[in-house]
């Protein structure tokens, strides 16, 4: 059972640990103040990065379930399953660290505006999906099934995308036009472009990480219960 | 004479709130694995004690 980690996950873990270490010094350091907010703005970085990640991770676990079903094969479940709960963590990251910069810029923890309404249904299309699968004792069964309702609530996450830029929205747009409404908006210097970058990569590395050790955690509660089926026949 | 307000509280909750996040999401992924490696020896333990 216990397989040392391979080379490959050795050198994406050292490299997610330098690039999140370069990225919080840029976003402590190297990013200007932004005058109107504040330092709460560069809440912004990592908020923006979860996000990412967290859409990201649920189109991965769609791409995923797709394979699972036209393959039957199990380690695209593991993948999926894998991509599904670290999705779910940084939209979670995400929703809890924009509503911290919504308290004093928008005056509210929270407001049911398009966006983070959208994005509470996506959570909740997510967290139902662990639910489905607890429902399920047979492992094809649930699989099967769990692969199905991935690629359909992945419907939820162009939706949330979408959401400022297709309703009116307090919510600020980083890419593309901003609401006449939009509160907490800002023209980004070059400095501040870097530091958003350089946290979208920095994460996209940690997630790869992430992912990689989750999946063979997935891979290994399979072995255990093929192991523990084989020894009850 | 714009000034700039002292948001730092907000700024340092929402830094620990992220990366506090993805440490407790670590811890529990190392948690998993210890918690799968104990099952699977005992298993074993049981399958030898079997024979």
Redesign the interface.
């Known amino acids: 059972m216990e397989s040392s980690r391979p080379i490959g996950l050795r050198v994406v873990e050292v490299m997610a640990a330098l690039s999140m270490a370069i990225a919080l010094w840029m976003v402590m350091a190297y990013a200007p103040m932004e005058r109107t907010m504040g330092i709460v703005q560069k809440v912004f970085y990592f908020h923006v990065a979860a996000n990412w990640l967290g859409m990201l991770s649920f189109i991965i676990a769609a791409i995923a379930a797709v394979i699972y079903l036209f393959t039957r094969d199990r380690k695209w479940d593991a993948l999926e399953v894998a991509a599904v709960e670290i999705g779910l963590v940084f939209a979670f990251i995400g929703v809890v660290s924009g509503s911290i910069w919504a308290r004093p810029i928008w005056n509210t923890w929270w407001t049911w505006d398009p966006r983070l309404t959208t994005v509470t249904i996506m959570l909740l299309v997510y967290v139902a999906y662990f639910m489905l699968r607890r429902g399920i004792d047979d492992p094809d069964r649930r699989a099967r099934f769990g692969a199905v309702y991935a690629i359909v609530g992945m419907l939820s996450v162009p939706l949330t995308f979408f959401s400022v830029r297709i309703y009116r929205t307090i919510h600020p747009v980083v890419v593309g036009k901003n609401e006449a409404g939009a509160q907490g908006a800002f023209d980004m210097t070059v400095a501040m472009r870097h530091t958003l970058f350089m946290s979208l990569f920095a994460f996209t590395v940690l997630y790869v990480a992430l992912l990689w050790h989750r999946y063979r955690l997935g891979r290994a509660a399979d072995r255990l219960e093929e192991e523990r089926l084989r020894l009850m026949e | 004479m ?1 000034q ?5 509280f ?2 340092y ?3 620990a ?3 506090g ?2 440490v407790l ?2 811890v529990s ?1 190392w948690w ?2 210890r918690e ?2 104990a ?3 005992a ?1 074993q333990a ?2 030898e004690d079997r024979d």
């Not at chain 2, 700039?4 to 730092?8: K, V």
């Open positions: 714009h700039t307000p002292d948001t730092s907000y700024f909750l929402g830094q709130v992220i990366l996040g993805i999401y670590l992924l998993r694995q799968l490696q099952d699977w020896d298993l049981w399958d």
